[in-house]
């Protein structure tokens, strides 16, 4: 009953001023255990990128409430990790996302090794949307195994051909998120089947890449080098070359989830200690603003929506 009440008191208090009408924009986190008269509670606002924590004091049948406000809740999730369910934040921010894609698909885009197929998994579980990996569907269609065999046994145009068709029929279609090949952002028409839904480039620096690369192995991967050799060296070498032919290619996405951006707000720059998890509430963090962001009257057009 005292939790409750807190929870109602602090909702209510005049923290949430300037945020969106109609909308809850702070999630309480936890209430501190205990029974004494003092209890804490932490709420993140992931639109505002905010954390507060507040002490509720009861007396009598009021509760006082104080509390402070921490700049950036990016920068304390080294903090969070062990305190707060990262999962429970990224059902709330999923909920608030879904109504706003009303369907959208979500493309994830970026360099081989980028986690687009691991992080499109939980954003798929996580907005309740299917989930694909363009290699597999292409594998599929050609009847053969592995990407590898396909760019062996036929060619690399023959892989991005199917690659295209691949994208073309999946874009007809709603509420899916696509793990893409990481070179679907080189032909021009697979944006324009990729932009029926919302475009998210994984932005992971190389070595982070190789690193991740070299402990997997590369043969599935038919662009990397497969003769022995130290395979970080080798790895970050033609990664290296590859995205200097991309970068920009990468950049027409519509939002980027830059994990060294990431790792530095945490305050410690390791982009390797940054969960999946963590990397896919960004990815929501970003969507939201990329559909919110408002647009002026002259620029606006019919929302980009199927079904
Ligand atoms: N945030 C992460 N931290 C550490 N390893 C990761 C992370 N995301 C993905 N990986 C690992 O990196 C490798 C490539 O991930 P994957 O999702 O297959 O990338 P892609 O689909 O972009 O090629 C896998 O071994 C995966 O487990
Ligand atoms: O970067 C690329 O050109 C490729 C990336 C691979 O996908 P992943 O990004 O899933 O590894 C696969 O489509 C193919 O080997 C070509």
């Keep these: 009953m005292m939790e409750a009440t807190a929870a109602l008191s602090f909702q209510s208090c005049s923290l949430i001023g300037g945020e969106k009408r109609g909308r809850k924009s702070w999630e309480i986190l936890r209430?501190?255990?205990?029974?004494?008269?003092?209890?804490?509670?932490?709420?993140?606002?992931l639109r505002q990128s905010k954390l507060r924590t507040c002490s509720v004091r009861a007396k009598g049948h009021e509760s006082k409430i104080c509390c402070s406000c921490k700049?950036?809740?990016?920068?304390?999730?080294?903090?969070?990790?062990?305190?707060?369910?990262?999962?429970?934040i990224l059902k709330r921010k999923s909920e608030e996302v879904l109504p706003?894609?009303?369907?959208?698909?979500?493309?994830?885009?970026?360099?081989?090794?980028?986690?687009?197929?691991?992080?499109?998994?939980?954003?798929?579980?996580?907005?309740?949307?299917?989930?694909?990996?363009?290699?597999k569907l292409v594998e599929e269609a050609v009847g053969m195994s592995s990407v590898t065999d396909i760019f062996k046994e036929h060619s690399e145009a023959f892989f991005r051909d199917s690659e295209s068709k691949v994208?073309?029929?999946?874009?007809?279609?709603?509420?899916?998120?696509?793990?893409?090949?990481?070179g679907a952002v080189i032909r021009p028409i697979n944006w324009k089947y990729m932009k029926q839904g919302i475009t998210v480039w994984l932005d992971v620096p190389l070595e982070a890449l190789a690193k991740r690369i070299a402990a997997d192995g590369t043969a599935s991967r038919p662009l990397l080098p497969q003769e022995p050799g130290d395979p970080y060296t080798e790895a970050l070498a033609r990664l290296s070359a590859l995205s200097k032919e991309r970068g920009e290619d990468y950049a027409n996405a519509d939002?980027?989830?830059?994990?060294?951006?990431?790792?530095?707000?945490?305050?410690?720059?390791?982009?390797?200690?940054?969960?999946?998890?963590?990397?896919?509430v960004e990815a929501l963090?970003?969507?939201?603003?990329?559909?919110?962001?408002?647009?002026?009257?002259?620029?606006?057009?019919?929302?980009r929506v199927k079904g």
């Design 167 to 182: 994208l073309r029929d999946l874009s007809s279609m709603c509420r899916l998120v696509v793990a893409t090949g990481g």
């Design 100 to 135: 706003e894609l009303n369907g959208q698909c979500i493309y994830l885009v970026g360099m081989m090794g980028s986690g687009k197929s691991t992080i499109g998994r939980i954003l798929s579980e996580a907005l309740g949307y299917s989930f694909f990996d363009s290699d």
């Design 285 to 303: 963090v970003k969507i939201d603003s990329f559909l919110t962001v408002d647009v002026p009257a002259s620029q606006s057009t019919l929302p």
């Design 31 to 45: 209430f501190s255990p205990g029974l004494g008269e003092e209890r804490r509670i932490q709420a993140v606002n």
């Design 255 to 280: 939002a980027r989830v830059c994990l060294q951006n990431i790792a530095d707000k945490q305050g410690h720059g390791d982009v390797s200690i940054l969960t999946p998890t963590a990397i896919a």
């Design 71 to 88: 700049k950036s809740w990016a920068g304390e999730l080294s903090n969070l990790h062990s305190s707060v369910d990262e999962a429970l």
